[in-house]
Each structure stands twice: as structure tokens, then as C-alpha cells.
């Protein structure tokens, strides 16, 4: 079962400005044949299908933990898109009064991805940057271990390859913080899987890593995770299962060349994580509603009873 907190993974600066291309781009980490619902897909369904899990259990419990992680990678990036066409921080909701005659979305017509505001009104959806909906067909689970740990593998440097374009693509803080933080994360699963497969087969696929052959000390986003040495922790996302994989990501294992050195070493939870930023209601797009007073009200009489 999954136990859900209400933090994101890392804490995403307030956008500047608000702009509806660069949320655009970075649909493509969200909903893209690389990005994180395909890893989420892939390691949610191949924990599922696992075949021999106390026979195999730190393999079992390697993908299960990265599982639970990419999760909160999707709901990272969905609040990074959000963030994006919503704007700059803002306590208080819009007071325009819901004024819909004068066309307040003209400009949306010339945006790439209409769709995030005429059906999700300034949100996320799993799409990709061109509004392709993610799908099943990028889901690999054949229920062969090494199979699939290959494939995830490839999944992982992929989905560098495309945050470091995507990355290419951005000024705005909170789309390159979401970029940093995930290719930090995104080079632990590759890493992890590489091992993998190295204490299976025996072959140290690790040496291709990093690919793209660019080290993560050339991306400035980056740099806080490197040195607080998340590039060498895995987490459990769980208070005491999953501890087994420390067999693989452990036992004097240590960090990637180019990277800060240290041990690997497997957490028991999560990271501390950020708050999740509120965002603004617009009446005039209906969102909550085009005149949610009353919803408000309700709301702040059920907050009172259930405190």
C-alpha cells in the first residue's frame, strides 16, 4: 500500500512570471515516452508482477522503494507545471468578480499547449509537451529480471537525456529546480539499477554512467543536492519494509566518478521535502467555481469541525 504526505519531494522556488510555454516543456518530464509517469509505470507494475519476491527480496525491495519515489517525482513535476501557468505566488485569490466578456484568456489561443488551460484549467495533465497522451504501450514488465531491470536501466538514462533538454529549454527557477532535482534522483535509479544488474550478472554496466556523458557539477540546480549527498541515499518510503535493497545500494559501494565522493547508503522514509504552494483561484475560469464564496465557507465550518 502507498501512505501519502502532504509535502513535495523538494522544496520548488515561486515561479516569477507567469508562462505557459515553459510549463508546456516541462509536460514532457511528466507525461513523455521518458518521463515520470512511464518510470512510475514501469517500476509500480513490474513490483506488482514480481515474480519470487522473498527469493529475490532486495531486488523486489529495490524496485518497490524507487516505486514510491517516482510517485512523488510526478506529483513534483504536475505542481512545477501548475506553478508555471499560475504565476507568481499569491496569498489571495483573484477578485476579478468572474468577468468573462472581455475575453480574459485571448492570449491562450497563441500558447502551444491550449489544452492545460481550455480543459485543465492551468494545470497538469500526463501529456506530453505537445499534448500526446502519456500511455500504456510505455509500460515494459515481462516478469524476466533481468529484463526488466535492463529496461529500467535505459529508462533512466533516457529520461536524463530528455531532463537535460528539457533543462536547455528554461530560465524560470521552478522549472530548472524541478529539472535539477530530478536529474540528481534520476542518476541514484539509473546507479541502483546499474548495480543491479552488476550483482546478478556480473557485468559493471555502471561504466556507462553517466549518459549523457555530462557530469552533474555543470548544472548549478543540482549542486545543493550533491553536496547534502543525496546522489548516494536511497529511501525506503516506508517506516521499516524495503531496508534489503542496502545489499545492493550499500556494502561499500560509493558514488558515480564526478560526483562528491561518499558510501551509498539506504534511508528508512523519505526526505524532508517542501511545502506544496497554493494556487490561485481564478473565477473567471472557473476554478474552484465562478463565484466560490460559499464553497469557502463550507469548507472553513468543516476545517473547524474536524479540528
Given at each position: 500500500?502507498?501512505?501519502?504526505?502532504?509535502?513535495?519531494?523538494?522544496?520548488?522556488?515561486?515561479?516569477?512570471?507567469?508562462?505557459?510555454?515553459?510549463?508546456?516543456?516541462?509536460?514532457?518530464?511528466?507525461?513523455?515516452?521518458?518521463?515520470?509517469?512511464?518510470?512510475?509505470?514501469?517500476?509500480?507494475?513490474?513490483?506488482?508482477?514480481?515474480?519470487?519476491?522473498?527469493?529475490?527480496?532486495?531486488?523486489?525491495?529495490?524496485?518497490?522503494?524507487?516505486?514510491?519515489?517516482?510517485?512523488?517525482?510526478?506529483?513534483?513535476?504536475?505542481?512545477?507545471?501548475?506553478?508555471?501557468?499560475?504565476?507568481?505566488?499569491?496569498d489571495g485569490d483573484e477578485k476579478d468578480g468572474g468577468d468573462i466578456s472581455k475575453a480574459p484568456f485571448e492570449d491562450m489561443k497563441d500558447i502551444r499547449l491550449a489544452a492545460a488551460f481550455l480543459s485543465n484549467g492551468g494545470g497538469s495533465a500526463p501529456i506530453n509537451s505537445n499534448g500526446v497522451s502519456w500511455n500504456n504501450d510505455f509500460i515494459t514488465t515481462t516478469g524476466n529480471l533481468v529484463v526488466d531491470l535492463l529496461h529500467n536501466f535505459h529508462l533512466e538514462c533516457g529520461a536524463r537525456l530528455h531532463k537535460l533538454r528539457v533543462y536547455?529549454?528554461?530560465?524560470?527557477?521552478?522549472?530548472?529546480?524541478?529539472?535539477?532535482?530530478?536529474?540528481?534522483?534520476?542518476?541514484?535509479?539509473?546507479?541502483?539499477?546499474?548495480?543491479?544488474?552488476?550483482?546478478?550478472?556480473?557485468?559493471?554496466?555502471?561504466?556507462?554512467?553517466?549518459?549523457?556523458?555530462?557530469?552533474?557539477?555543470?548544472?548549478?540546480?543540482?549542486?545543493?543536492?550533491?553536496?547534502?549527498?543525496?546522489?548516494?541515499?536511497?529511501?525506503?518510503?516506508?517506516?521499516?519494509?524495503?531496508?534489503?535493497?542496502?545489499?545492493?545500494?550499500?556494502?561499500?559501494?560509493?558514488?558515480?566518478?564526478?560526483?562528491?565522493?561518499?558510501?551509498?547508503?539506504?534511508?528508512?522514509?523519505?526526505?524532508?521535502?517542501?511545502?506544496?504552494?497554493?494556487?490561485?483561484?481564478?473565477?473567471?475560469?472557473?476554478?474552484?467555481?465562478?463565484?466560490?464564496?460559499?464553497?469557502?465557507?463550507?469548507?472553513?465550518?468543516?476545517?473547524?469541525?474536524?479540528?
Open positions: 500500500m502507498f501512505m501519502r504526505v502532504d509535502k513535495l519531494q523538494a522544496e520548488l522556488p515561486a515561479p516569477k512570471r507567469k508562462d505557459p510555454n515553459a510549463a508546456a516543456a516541462l509536460q514532457e518530464l511528466l507525461g513523455g515516452k521518458y518521463g515520470e509517469m512511464s518510470t512510475l509505470g514501469n517500476y509500480m507494475f513490474q513490483s506488482f508482477n514480481f515474480r519470487s519476491k522473498s527469493k529475490l527480496r532486495p531486488f523486489y525491495s529495490l524496485v518497490a522503494a524507487i516505486t514510491a519515489e517516482e510517485l512523488g517525482h510526478v506529483e513534483l513535476v504536475s505542481n512545477g507545471v501548475a506553478m508555471l501557468n499560475n504565476g507568481p505566488d499569491n536547455e529549454t528554461l530560465t524560470d527557477p521552478t522549472g530548472r529546480e524541478v529539472c535539477g532535482y530530478l536529474l540528481v534522483r534520476g542518476s541514484v535509479h539509473a546507479h541502483a539499477y546499474a548495480l543491479a544488474l552488476k550483482k546478478i550478472t556480473g557485468v559493471e554496466i555502471e561504466k556507462f554512467l553517466p549518459t549523457p556523458n555530462i557530469n552533474l557539477d555543470k548544472i548549478p540546480e543540482c549542486q545543493k543536492y550533491l553536496q547534502e549527498g543525496s546522489h548516494r541515499r536511497l529511501y525506503t518510503f516506508s517506516p521499516g519494509d524495503y531496508t534489503e535493497m542496502a545489499g545492493i545500494w550499500g556494502n561499500g559501494e560509493v558514488a558515480l566518478p564526478g560526483d562528491p565522493k561518499g558510501e551509498l547508503s539506504v534511508v528508512e522514509g523519505m526526505p524532508e521535502g517542501g511545502k506544496i504552494h497554493q494556487l490561485t483561484g481564478v473565477p473567471s475560469a472557473f476554478t474552484p467555481d465562478y463565484a466560490p464564496e460559499e464553497m469557502f465557507e463550507i469548507a472553513a465550518k468543516l476545517t473547524k469541525k474536524a479540528r
